[in-house]
Nanobody, 128 residues
Framework: QVQLVESGGGLVQTGGSLRLSCAAS????????MGWFRQAPGKEREFVAA???????VYARSAKDRFTISRDNANNTLYLQMNSLKPEDTAVYYC??????????????????????WGQGTQVTVSS
């Protein structure tokens, strides 16, 4: 089974940038789609962005125009470039993946129940 390891989190000031990475332990040919989710203290886990076959992407409204998800198949790594960070972006960020084909609608990838494999998370803190 694929294992996912996130890195790149940290403390940054408002308006700053961070790049999160998610390294998969196995070759990515059997990973159909991957995503980023986040969970702030006292809140439910929420969708951030997803990447699937054909280099298609979808973003949460809060991430659109500020975050960019990308995938390097050669290095089995998923990235999340986060710019113009805000205090409300503070959360633990999780990488997730699935070895099964996804759905045809973008909304399929927003549901964390459709991801079978999860990383341990990386903390992102944005100071005001």
């Amino acid at each position: 089974q694929v294992q996912l390891v996130e890195s790149g989190g940290g403390l940054v000031q408002t308006g700053g940038s961070l790049r999160l990475s998610c390294a998969a332990s196995r070759r990515s040919f059997n990973i159909y789609y991957m995503g980023w989710f986040r969970q702030a203290p006292g809140k439910e886990r929420e969708f951030v962005a997803a990447y699937w076959v054909g280099s298609r992407t979808v973003y949460a409204r809060s991430a659109k125009d500020r975050f960019t998800i990308s995938r390097d198949n050669a290095n089995n790594t998923l990235y999340l470039q986060m710019n113009s960070l805000k205090p409300e972006d503070t959360a633990v960020y999780y990488c997730a993946a699935s070895s099964r084909p996804g759905g045809y609608s973008d909304t399929y990838y927003l549901d964390d129940r459709n991801y079978a494999t999860w990383g341990q998370g990386t903390q992102v803190t944005v100071s005001s």
